[in-house]
Each structure stands twice: as structure tokens, then as C-alpha cells.
């Protein structure tokens, strides 16, 4: 008889019982010994383990001596996201590629640098021959970023200097990540949606002009059709997410497991994996989630009163996944607002007359709104609370009609840029393995012989 695979038998239920049991570590305990736990400070402050040069957050000023917090600031390599954003040409230029020249390599790329850069970029949006019929194909997964995963590590086997980790050798590893990243994710899609749902199956070639934003589009719709406002701000959302310091979680699994000596494709591998939970780079999809209930719920969008209780609901644990989180709102770091979001607004808006979605972004507005009063009075909290870069994000991916499990891939199709930087910084910066220390609060024991227990 074939045994079920995710079974949960009895035994195994009454042998979880026993380890959650075994794990019971007092909460004073980290007080008690001064433990950063999460490596945060007991203000949510992370705990300074590294430098870096790629990027900065800022999200507090100096008044008289004292920090207080000010409207958060992101910068690449030096360079305020806000000034990259508007510099950007509103013509057929794009500024994802542009902008990882920058990670990458510290300056801002003239016009024949970009050109090659692109170019070489075009050049590795190749997958291997049969690499789609015989990994992305077989035993599709319903979470991309699982997909995504597998076929980073395949990719390991196809490469004939794999181990290699001198910074020519990683580099070049990293550009065909980079560039191959969107053709494994929305391959992966497509494939599941076929043998799961019964959809039609198609795998379109890579059209080597295209940006970044605009090979995600092309290959993902069946007529590879898009508008000039879509691609563009696809790209915009690449821009915002590919980068966030070297303390968000995965970037700092990038740098941890890279300082291991390990291969790009196992770093890369361990990356996904931190970006795919919920609180990280899956937080934008319960955004959308929440706003699909609260919008089934609601009888007036626009009445102030009604969106404002079933906000307070929600904090209550009464509505949605009772979880008593307002997602999209607030952010580690920043306090009083999230650059992200401030330059995300605008296009938001731009692209929801043109979709006509102008019912829906009044309502995300009006929660923008309300939303950090209703926390304030509800919750004690050390810092300001404003809308964070996923609460648009979701919003634009659903006015591109993208798929939900799309969402996170496209993170990390943006994010790649930032962790290649980290890991080609550790490559050429670190030379230790990180090893930080945990305290050991267990009492020795005597041992105890089987008989006698």
C-alpha cells in the first residue's frame, strides 16, 4: 500500500507533542542575559554585525543631539532611490538594468557601458538546452519560490566551474542568475498552471531587446502584449525591491552563508528560501488578501467610519486571518514613511486610471490614511507607523494581472541584484565565517542507561 507522503500518523503527532515540550525558553531570559534576540535591540534597532557600501536606510535625524525619527531615506551605492527614480528617461529606457550596473560595480554606467552590460545580460537569458522539458516541467510546485529554488540549484550541475568562487567566476555566475531569474519564474508558472489547472501551456522565447520588466510581461501573457505604463511601472517595482541594506533578512543570509565558502547557486538557494516567508517577501500577497475580504465586507468604500472599525477589527483579531495585523503597515525600519512607497504612490495612481481600478486605490488610500491613527490609539508602539512598500506592491501586480504566486518570484527576480552585490562584497571583503554565539540555558545532566529509564 503507497503511503501518503504529508501524512500526519498519530504517532508522529504525539511525538511533535513531545518536542514542543522540550523547547521552553523563558522570554526574561534574554532581558536577564542582555540577548539581542533577532538581533535587535529591545527598540527594534538591528544590532550592527557588518559593513557595507551597496546601500543605506535611513529612517531617523539628529535634533539637538538626539535622534528622532524623519521620513526614511533608501540609497544605492550612495544615491538617493528617489534621485535614481526620477532621473530615470520617460522614454524606451528602463532602470532595473541600470541600476544593478550600480550594485554591481559602484558608478553609474555611461551610455556605452549600460549597452554592453545589457547586451551581455540579453546574452545569458539562455537556459541550458532541454533545462525547461526536463527540470521546470517535471513535478511543477504550487509555490514558485520552491521552483525557483530547485531550478537555481540545478543550474549548479550545468556548470562546469560551479565551485569556482574567485570574483570573475562569481560575477559571471551572478549575471546569468540575474538575467535567468524571470525565465524560471514565469516558466515555472506556466508549467504549473498547465498540469495543475488545466491551462493551456506556452513558453515563449526571450526577445534579446527587452528589458528586464518588459521579458517578464512578454513571456508570461499568452499574446506577449503590454502597454508602455505597465512595463514601466513593472520596472519601477524592480527598482524599489532590489535592494534594502544588508540587515534584511535574506541579504543577511547571503552574506552568512557566502562567508561558509560555499557556491553561488547554495547561496542563492538559501536566499529564496528566507525571501519566501511570509514575513519578508511574501508579506504583499497578504495585502491584497486582506484588501480582497475588507472590499467583500465593506458596504461603503468610502465611508471613513465603516473602513475605520473594520481596521479596529482586524487589530482585534475579528476579521481577515485574525492575525491583528494591519499588513502593509508599518516597517522594521522606517518610522514616519517608506521612500518606497512614497515614489510608488504616484505611478499607482497613473496606472489605476488607465486600468480603471480608481474605486480601489481610494480605498488603499483611505487606509493609508487611517490606518497609522487606528494603530496609534490601539497599539503601544516605540515609533511611527506608515504604509511600507508592500502595501502597493500587491496592489500593482494586480492591476498588471499578474498571478498571485507570481508576487514573491518577482521580489526576488528584483532582489537577485542585491544579493549578487552582497555576495560578490563578501567575496571580496569578508574572509571569516560568521559564527555568532548562542548561550546554552540547559543544566547538565547525569547519563542514564537505557534500562534504567
Known sequence: ME????EITPELEQLANQSIQSYNIDPELYTKYDVKRGLRDLD????LVGLTEISEVNSTKIVDGKSVPADGQLFYRGYNVQDLVRGIKQDSHFGYEECTYLLLFGKLPNEAEL?????????????????VRDIIMKAPSKDMMNTLARSVLTL?????????ITPANVLRQCLQLISLFPLLSVYGYNSYRH????????????DASLSTAETILYTLRPDKKYTALEAKLLDIALILHMEHGGGNNSTFTTHLVSSSGTDTYSVIAASL???????????NIKVVQMFDAMKAELKDWTDEEEVGNYLRRLLHKEAFDRAGLIYGMGHA??????????????????????????????????????APRIIADERKIYKGVSPNVDFYSGFVYSMLDLPLELYTPIFAIARIAGWSAHRMEEICCGGKIMRPAYMNISPHRDYVPIDNR
Do not use: W
Not at 3 to 6: K, Q, V, Y
Not at 44 to 47: N, S
Open 195 to 206: 498540469y495543475h489547472d488545466g491551462e493551456s501551456l506556452f513558453i515563449h522565447t526571450p
Open 273 to 283: 528560501g528566507s525571501l519566501k516567508g511570509p514575513k519578508h517577501g511574501g508579506a
Open 3 to 6: 503511503r501518503n507522503f504529508a
Open 333 to 370: 525600519v522606517y518610522s514616519l514613511s517608506d521612500p518606497r512607497a512614497v515614489i510608488f504612490r504616484s505611478f499607482v495612481e497613473r496606472l489605476s486610471i488607465e486600468k480603471g481600478y480608481q474605486k480601489e486605490f481610494a480605498l488603499y488610500s483611505l487606509v493609508e490614511r487611517l
Open 115 to 131: 549597452k554592453q552590460f545589457c547586451g551581455m545580460l540579453a546574452d545569458y537569458r539562455t537556459l541550458p538546452t532541454s533545462f
Open 156 to 164: 549548479y550541475s550545468y556548470d562546469d566551474d560551479a565551485n569556482i
Open 44 to 47: 527594534g534597532k538591528g544590532v
